[in-house]
C-alpha cells in the first residue's frame, strides 16, 4: 500500500490532487485543518475508490503543536510510511495575521508549514520517496531581513510572492538535503484554478482544478521523473529557477526555518 499525505487536501487544488492519486490506487492521509471537511472528502472517496486506505490528519499548519500531535496520533500509532508528500495549503489572509506562535501568517503556513513536515516527517519516508512541494510562477519580493514583515508594510500579495519564492528555494536545499536518503524533492506551480485562495489575492482563475492539479500529480507519481530532484516544474516541464541561484540567501532561510522547528 503505497501512501501519500497531502496537505490542503480540501481545497480547490488539494481535492483534485486526492482523488487523482486515488484513481492511480494510491492511500492517502487526507491533511486539512477543518474535520468536517475532511470527513466528506474521506467519504467521497471511499465511495469512489474503494481498496485505498484513508486517514484524516486534523492540523492547523498555523501550529506547531497541532501538527505534531496529528503526526504523533495518524502518522506514528498507525505506523504509517509516506511515499509522496504534497506540500499545498497556503493561505493569505488580507490583513496582517499574526498566529498563536507570534508569527506572521504566511510565513507560518506557506513557509514554515512546508519546512515543518518535511523536517517532521523524516523518519517515516520511504526509500525513494517524492516530496512535491506546490509553489507558483507568481514569486519574488522574498527579504530575507523583514520575512514577517515587520519593517514592511504587509500587502498579502507581497507576502504570498514572497512565501512561494521560499517554497522554491526551500524546496532546491532540501534537495540536497535529502538525496543521499532517496528521498525526491521538487516544486511547481500548479496551474491558475478559481480558488478561495485565488480570490483573496485579487485573480480568478482559467483551469479547472484538474488541470491545475496535473503538475503536482505527475511529480508525485510519474515514472518520468523517477529520481529527478532540485527542480521547478510549470505545466510538466522543467524550468530553470532563478530563486535557486542565491545559495547564501537559501542557507540564511534554511536555518531562519530551523529556528521554528
Ligand atoms: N489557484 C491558483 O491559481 C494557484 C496558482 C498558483 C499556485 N497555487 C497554489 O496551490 C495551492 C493550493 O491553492 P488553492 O488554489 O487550491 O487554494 P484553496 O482552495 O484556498 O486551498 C487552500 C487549502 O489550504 C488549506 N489551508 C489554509 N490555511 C491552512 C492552515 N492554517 N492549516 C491547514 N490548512 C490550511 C485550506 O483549508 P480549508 O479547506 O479548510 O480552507 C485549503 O484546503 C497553494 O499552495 C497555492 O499557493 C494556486
Known sequence: MKFALVTGSTGTIGSAICERLAENHISIILAGRNLEKLKKL???????????????????????????????????????????????????????????????????????????MIDYLLDFFENNSRVVNVASYWAGDLDIYDLQFNKRIYNNNTAYRQSKQAERMLSFIWSQKLK???????????GDANSKLSNDLGFGGHE??????????????????????????????????????????????????????
Open 42 to 116: 474521506k467519504e467521497k472517496l471511499q465511495t469512489k475508490y474503494t481498496t485505498n486506505e484513508y486517514f484524516i490528519f486534523v492540523a492547523d499548519l498555523r501550529s506547531k503543536t497541532s501538527i505534531l500531535k496529528q503526526i504523533e496520533e495518524i502518522i506514528y500509532k498507525n505506523n504509517l510510511k509516506i511515499h509522496i508528500l504534497i506540500n499545498n495549503a497556503s493561505e493569505v489572509p488580507k490583513i496582517k495575521t499574526i498566529t498563536q506562535e507570534g508569527l506572521e501568517c504566511q510565513f507560518a503556513v506557506n513557509i514554515l508549514g512546508y519546512h515543518r
Open 180 to 190: 543521499d536518503k532517496n528521498i525526491w524533492v521538487n516544486a511547481c506551480h500548479p
Open 208 to 261: 479547472t482544478p484538474f488541470q491545475a492539479a496535473e503538475t503536482p500529480v505527475y511529480l508525485a507519481i510519474s515514472k518520468e521523473v523517477q529520481n529527478i530532484t532540485g527542480k521547478y516544474f510549470e505545466n510538466k516541464r522543467n524550468v530553470p529557477d532563478m530563486f535557486i541561484k542565491d545559495w547564501e540567501t537559501i542557507n540564511q532561510l534554511y536555518e531562519i526555518c530551523n529556528q521554528y522547528l
